[in-house]
């Protein structure tokens, strides 16, 4: 039986340490109470995150809706699909694949100048996508 040397043992040794020590992350520096510390972990925080409830999150959804639209009114018609006529407005659309619904659809072709959305120029607009029978 053949013995390894010694010094082999400790090269090997020493690769799987160095090894290991090089694929671990590097430590984080936190502050706690005035003194520095490393650590392999997320710092800790003092501040506690209050997870928002549903009603938090739907009056947050409602002022930045209503923000959007007093900043835009021609949001209106895209915001609310099949909205009444008025509160639509020419805004340069003029194809189907533009609208979002058939009353959309509608207003754009009674209301506004060149648009291509009534083909067969029956009166009806898009009949394949939106106002079909």
């Given at each position: 039986?053949?013995?390894?040397?010694?010094?082999?043992?400790?090269?090997?040794?020493?690769?799987?340490?160095?090894?290991?020590?090089?694929?671990?992350?590097?430590?984080?520096?936190?502050?706690?109470?005035?003194?520095?510390?490393?650590?392999?972990?997320?710092c800790p925080?003092?501040?506690?995150?209050?997870?928002?409830?549903?009603?938090?999150?739907?009056?947050?959804?409602?002022?930045?809706?209503?923000?959007?639209?007093?900043?835009?009114?021609?949001?209106?018609?895209?915001?609310?699909?099949?909205?009444?006529?008025?509160?639509?407005?020419?805004?340069?659309?003029?194809?189907?694949?533009?609208?979002?619904?058939c009353a959309?659809?509608?207003?754009?072709?009674?209301?506004?100048?060149?648009?291509?959305?009534?083909?067969?120029?029956?009166?009806?607009?898009?009949?394949?996508?939106?106002?079909?029978?």
């Open positions: 039986m053949t013995r390894c040397p010694v010094w082999l043992h400790f090269a090997v040794s020493s690769a799987l340490i160095a090894s290991s020590g090089a694929a671990a992350a590097p430590p984080n520096k936190c502050v706690l109470n005035g003194t520095v510390t490393f650590q392999q972990g997320p925080s003092d501040h506690v995150r209050k997870q928002p409830t549903v009603e938090e999150l739907n009056a947050q959804e409602k002022k930045r809706r209503a923000a959007t639209l007093a900043a835009n009114p021609a949001a209106v018609a895209s915001a609310v699909p099949g909205k009444a006529p008025d509160a639509f407005g020419c805004d340069g659309r003029t194809y189907c694949s533009q609208m979002r619904s959309e659809a509608k207003y754009f072709l009674a209301h506004c100048p060149g648009v291509k959305m009534d083909g067969d120029r029956n009166g009806i607009p898009c009949e394949q996508q939106w106002c079909g029978h």
